[in-house]
């Protein structure tokens, strides 16, 4: 155990709250550049935009029950959480990057629109939030005994969240 971990400090808490802050940027980059996105660079409507829209949620049905089954009771790379974290950030990463080249990923594939392009990067990015944010949040459970500390934990967490997305964005 770190030093750090023993003596349970506000800046453990924050250091905790990262991961979190950046899962619900990646969740909020995609609600804010998703749609205008497809609205005024492909000229979608509305109605192919709710498309899109839709196939988000219903990946997070399915993948958040299974991946929180998982990390559970799955332990590598030194960790239980930490696999799904890398992943799962790495793969929203590469998502966000590929929102602004939907139209370029459609052409090279040769499809003819980008609305099915645009459902699975949408996908792809919920599943990498999903894999990631309740591991994520997770970890201050993980961490800190029961009781005070561990509410003082999530109220870090959710507090360095807050004041980090309303200031940059």
Excluded: H
Excluded at 85 to 99: E, F, T
């Amino acid at each position: 155990m770190l030093d750090i971990q023993k003596r349970l400090t506000n800046s453990f808490y924050i250091l905790l709250s990262l991961p979190a802050t950046a899962m619900g940027f990646a969740l909020c980059v995609q609600i804010a550049a998703l749609s205008w996105i497809l609205n005024t660079k492909f000229g979608l409507n509305l109605e192919d935009i709710g498309f899109v829209w839709l196939a988000g949620p219903l990946a997070g049905i399915l993948g958040q029950p299974i991946v929180g089954l998982i990390s559970d009771d799955v332990w590598f790379w030194r960790g239980r959480r930490r696999p799904f974290i890398l992943i799962g950030g790495v793969l929203a990463a590469l998502m966000i990057l590929a929102l602004p080249f939907i139209g370029v990923i459609s052409d090279t594939l040769g499809l003819a629109g980008v609305i099915g392009v645009a459902i699975a990067v949408a996908i792809s990015l919920d599943l990498a939030i999903n894999i990631s944010f309740n591991p994520t949040r997770s970890i201050i459970a993980d961490v800190t005994p029961e009781g005070e500390l561990r509410t003082k934990g999530y109220t870090w967490m959710q507090t360095v969240s807050g004041f980090l997305e309303c200031w940059l964005i």
